[in-house]
């Protein structure tokens, strides 16, 4: 079994920043793409940002030049640096990891997510 925990969630006015970190534990042989999707209250989830295992990242039109995600494969730990925080950020942060298991059979795992309020 895997599991992801995410932590770094909070309050914070608009223009803070924020750190999210997702951390991936249980039976992993490798972990392939992770990364950080969010839910607004009232709309669909949606990608945020995306690392590969060799480091490529994309983003989300919305938080280019905002967010930063970075891995540590030694922790299989993935980062969500935002800064330049926005009210339209609001909504709930989930981790999100393709993963084989120690049975090498592969594995989409969400975490239970991590909820971000920007206030005005």
């Not at 992993?28 to 990242?57: C, D, H």
């Not at 989930?94 to 993963?99: I, R, Y």
């Amino acid at each position: 079994q895997v599991q992801l925990v995410e932590s770094g969630g909070g309050l914070v006015q608009a223009g803070g920043s924020l750190r999210l970190s997702c951390a991936a534990s249980g039976s992993i042989f490798s972990i392939n793409a992770m990364g950080w999707y969010r839910q607004a209250p009232g709309k669909q989830r949606e990608l945020v940002a995306a690392v590969t295992s060799g480091g490529s990242t994309n983003y989300a039109d919305s938080v280019k030049g905002r967010f930063t995600i970075s891995r540590d494969n030694a922790k299989n730990t993935v980062y969500l640096q935002m800064n330049s925080l926005k009210p339209e950020d609001t909504a709930v942060y989930f981790c999100n990891a393709g993963v084989f298991d120690s049975t090498v059979r592969y594995l989409e795992v969400w975490g239970l997510g991590t909820l971000v309020t920007v206030s005005s």
